[in-house]
Nanobody, 115 residues
Framework: QVQLVESGGALVQPGGSLRLSCAASGIIFSVYTMNWYRQAPGKEREMVASITGGGSTNYADSVKGRFTISRDNAKNTLYLQMSSLKPEDTAVYYC?????????WGQGTQVAVSS
C-alpha cells in the first residue's frame, strides 16, 4: 500500500522559514518524480516544486529563490525548505508522487504565514 505522509506544517511569521517533509512507502521512491503542490482557501491546487529521480528541479515562479526542493532516496523522503515566507504562501501543502501513469497524494500539511 502506497503512503505519502507530510509533516512540518506550522504557523510562522512573515519572513520566517519552515521545512516540510514527506515520507514515502510502498513505492520505488527513487524512480518517481516527486512534487509539492499547495492549495489555498478558495483557490485551485497549484504545483510549487518538482524534483525528478535524478535530481532535476523545477519551481513555480512565485517561489523561485525562496523555496528549495530536495530528496533523500536512501530515506524515501522528500523535503521542501521554505524561506522568506509570505502571507500568500498560506495553504495546505501536498506531496505528490508521479511515475508514468501512476499518481499518489499525501493528506496534506497546513502552512500558515501570519503575524
Amino acid at each position: 500500500q502506497v503512503q505519502l505522509v507530510e509533516s512540518g506544517g506550522a504557523l510562522v511569521q512573515p519572513g520566517g522559514s519552515l521545512r516540510l517533509s514527506c515520507a514515502a512507502s510502498g513505492i520505488i521512491f527513487s524512480v518517481y518524480t516527486m512534487n509539492w503542490y499547495r492549495q489555498a482557501p478558495g483557490k485551485e491546487r497549484e504545483m510549487v516544486a518538482s524534483i525528478t529521480g535524478g535530481g532535476s528541479t523545477n519551481y513555480a515562479d512565485s517561489v523561485k529563490g525562496r523555496f528549495t526542493i530536495s530528496r533523500d532516496n536512501a530515506k524515501n523522503t522528500l523535503y521542501l525548505q521554505m524561506s522568506s515566507l509570505k502571507p500568500e504562501d498560506t495553504a495546505v501543502y501536498y506531496c505528490n508522487a508521479a511515475f508514468v501513469s501512476s499518481r499518489y497524494w499525501g493528506q496534506g500539511t497546513q502552512v500558515a504565514v501570519s503575524s
